[in-house]
Each structure stands twice: as structure tokens, then as C-alpha cells.
């Protein structure tokens, strides 16, 4: 993924705290010799605090030849995207119709190493910290192998540890444009009010004083 100065994350904050609000992607592993890629759409539960997301698929699930073979996978997650009309781009200088159309949106790519959890204890770790992310004001039971009403299902599934080794988090909000032409895609944004329209426009005012400043390179933070 190309990120510009303009539109890397500014600190491990600015990426975390919109992770936060987002646990749906898709988890791309490489294929065996000779085949495609897998990318598998699924929900996930990020820790900050280990630095790690943990998920789960069903045993009869594709991929895990694959994932066996090489563990290092890429975690994605894409949200807040939003078509930008020419015109709304064009320079102060230039007719509306020379302006150049985009996509506004924020990516962020976790580059992890897959570790597999076949043991129903740990599995059951794994499937009680995603429901007390996704079900955390009550509805939920501990799961426990053998107890029910989840314990017998274990065996159906296999988890997910994916230990994170590298961040890349693009915010892509007309980050290089001038002040007016940044305030006029604002304007037009909330004119039209359509799907994604209200969190790009909270992006692109976020990140307005920001582009006054853009860092020099991409920061990625490697363990």
C-alpha cells in the first residue's frame, strides 16, 4: 500500500483509537505453491495491550494448509471511504472540470505472525476476550470446554493468535490540497450528507492542521 507523507498516521494514537471502532476486515494468507492468495472476511478482537488480534474459523475452513505453511499473514481493514467528484478537487486556478476525481478512505494494514490454537483451553481464552469485546454489557456466557452451552462446539473451530509485526495506517483526506480547496470539499461533503460522507468529513477536519505539517517519510513502527 503507497502511503504519502500527507496521509500517514501521525503516531500509534491516531491509528489505535480508529481501531478501536472497527473489528471487522479481512485476513489475507498466502497461498500454497501454485495457488491464489486466501482472504477470509471475518470478525476479530484487537489488544493493544499484547499487541495482538484473535479470531476464529471453522476446522473445515480452507486456508489452514496454507496458513501452516508460511504464518505470515496481513490483517485488513478498510472503512470511512467516500468517492470525491473532479470538480470538488479542481485548483483555484483551474475550471472545475480539470479536477482530478479520488477516493478518500482509511486503510490500515496489520502485518502479523498466525499462530494456530488447537487447545480447547485456549481456545476458550480466545472466543471469551472476542465476546467480551463484542458482547460486553452482558448476554454472554463463559465459554469452558466441555460446560455448555458452548464447551462441545470447540471442536469445530480452530483459533487465532495474530501477533503483530508491523503497522501501516493511511488516512487518504485530501491531506496535500490547499486550505480552500480542503474547505470546499468539506462544504461539499456536507451537501451531500451520503454513506461514509459524515466520518470523512470528521477525518478531513481532524487531519486539517495536521497537512499544514506533513511528516517526512511514512512512520511504521517494526517489532
Not at 477516493?103 to 485456549?122: I, K, N
Not at 495474530?162 to 470546499?184: H, I, N
Not at 477525518?203 to 511514512?218: F, G, I, N, Y
Request: aromatic share 8%.
Amino acid at each position: 500500500m503507497l502511503i504519502h507523507p500527507w496521509d500517514a498516521a501521525r503516531d500509534d494514537s491516531e491509528w489505535q483509537t480508529w481501531l478501536a471502532a472497527h473489528d471487522f476486515g479481512q485476513l489475507a494468507v498466502n497461498g500454497l505453491p501454485g495457488q491464489a492468495p486466501f482472504v477470509q472476511p471475518l470478525h476479530f478482537a484487537y489488544d493493544a495491550g499484547r499487541d495482538e488480534a484473535v479470531t476464529h474459523l471453522a476446522r473445515p475452513n480452507p486456508m489452514w494448509a496454507a496458513l501452516e505453511a508460511n504464518p505470515r499473514v496481513l490483517l485488513s481493514v478498510v472503512d470511512d471511504y467516500v468517492f470525491v467528484p473532479g470538480p470538488w478537487q479542481a485548483a483555484p486556478e483551474e475550471p472545475p472540470e480539470h479536477g482530478v476525481p479520488t477516493s478518500f478512505y482509511t486503510a490500515l494494514q496489520l502485518h502479523c505472525t498466525a499462530h494456530v490454537v488447537d487447545d480447547p483451553a485456549e481456545k476458550a481464552d480466545i472466543l471469551n476476550r472476542q465476546l467480551g469485546h463484542f458482547q460486553p454489557d452482558g448476554g454472554s456466557v463463559r465459554v469452558a470446554p466441555g460446560e455448555i452451552p458452548y464447551g462441545r462446539q470447540l471442536s469445530g473451530i480452530r483459533g487465532l493468535r495474530l501477533e503483530v509485526t508491523e503497522v501501516r495506517a493511511k488516512f487518504k483526506y485530501a491531506g496535500k490540497r490547499s486550505p480552500e480547496v480542503r474547505d470546499r470539499i468539506a462544504g461539499a461533503l456536507a451537501q451531500r450528507g451520503g454513506p461514509g460522507d459524515g466520518a470523512a468529513l470528521e477525518h478531513l477536519e481532524r487531519r486539517r492542521t495536521l497537512a499544514e505539517d506533513p511528516p517526512r517519510t511514512p512512520p511504521e513502527r517494526l517489532t
